[in-house]
């Protein structure tokens, strides 16, 4: 099972590989032209290893890598694996979060944008503490309240990308029964569907509801995220969440395949106007 730094670590390896073979040198004689031993070239490149922006700049300069573009993917892979992205304040939980969990979070905070179907809970940038508390406590067999806190505290500060500058973009697909499964209780679901509503109105907010009416649909298998960052788009990649892991896919296949999937079911939803409507209607009779 690939997580996402480890993911970013052999992509970036892979690449510096090929533009060190492209450039005609081995290991070795690209570990002289920098000063470092040829290990240090080895492990950077199987992904074992992490390597800093300005690393990764002397590779570039030792395999006469001129591409501007290409020079600024490679950097923003460096970046994305090590310092790169909003500030790093989940590291203050280490000890609390499951190491999938930090991974995606690490991604959320440096994506430009997040798409994601959501067929079971509301998205985790869009829930009220309520709700969050509620959803916690069933997915976590035997949490405390200490633990409790702790894990609500986070999603809610997950929620600050939404606020940041530039704000991530979040386009939402909600199946039906994401709204109308009570979670906490009438009142927690009422202020959840109301927080919908406001989120929606957000100019970097997207969200359209998937009705029942609409039948069988692609998204029936699961939920799934892409994160997209502004710099390339050969930096996208998708989150598979399962009870005990996730699982990151980068191939270009996988990519492209759900793309086309969230843009089907986006075609199957309620365009945004007719979904901000739908969900204030439940939330008006809730």
């Known amino acids: 099972m690939q997580h996402g730094p480890a993911v970013r670590r052999r992509k970036l390896g892979a690449e510096l590989r090929t533009l060190r073979t492209r450039a005609g040198l081995t290991s070795g004689e690209a570990a002289r032209l920098v000063g470092w031993h040829q290990s240090k070239v080895s492990r950077i490149e199987t992904g074992t290893s992490g390597s800093k922006p300005a690393d990764v700049r002397l590779l570039l300069d030792a395999y006469g890598v001129a591409d501007p573009h290409l020079r600024e993917l490679m950097l923003a892979l460096a970046s994305a694996e090590g310092s790169g992205g909003r500030d790093h304040w989940w590291h203050a939980y280490r000890g609390v979060l499951p190491p999938a969990y930090r991974d995606f979070i690490s991604l959320e905070s440096q994506a430009s944008a997040l798409r994601t179907l959501e067929t079971t809970v509301v998205p985790g940038l869009l829930q009220t503490p309520e709700y969050a508390r509620a959803v916690t406590r069933a997915a976590v067999e035997g949490i405390d309240e200490a633990q409790l806190d702790t894990l609500v505290a986070v999603r809610m500060a997950r929620q600050d990308v939404l606020r940041g500058r530039p704000p991530l973009e979040l386009c939402a697909v909600l199946d039906e029964a994401v709204l109308r499964r009570e979670v906490g209780g009438p009142e927690v679901m009422a ?47 998708v989150v598979l ?27 199957q939803a309620l365009s945004p ?14």
């Open 191 to 237: 202020r959840q569907l109301d927080r919908l509503v406001e989120a929606a109105r957000l100019p970097q907010v997207r969200l359209q509801v998937l009705p029942f009416a609409a039948g069988a649909h692609i998204g029936m298998t699961g939920p799934f995220v892409i994160f997209s960052f502004s710099r390339d788009s050969d930096l996208d990649v």
């Open 241 to 267: 969440d399962h009870l005990m892991s996730s699982l990151h896919l980068e191939r270009k296949e996988d990519l492209q395949a759900y793309t086309e999937a969230f843009n089907a079911l986006r075609a």
């Open 273 to 286: 106007g007719d979904s901000s409507e739908y969900i204030a209607a439940l939330a008006g009779g809730a």
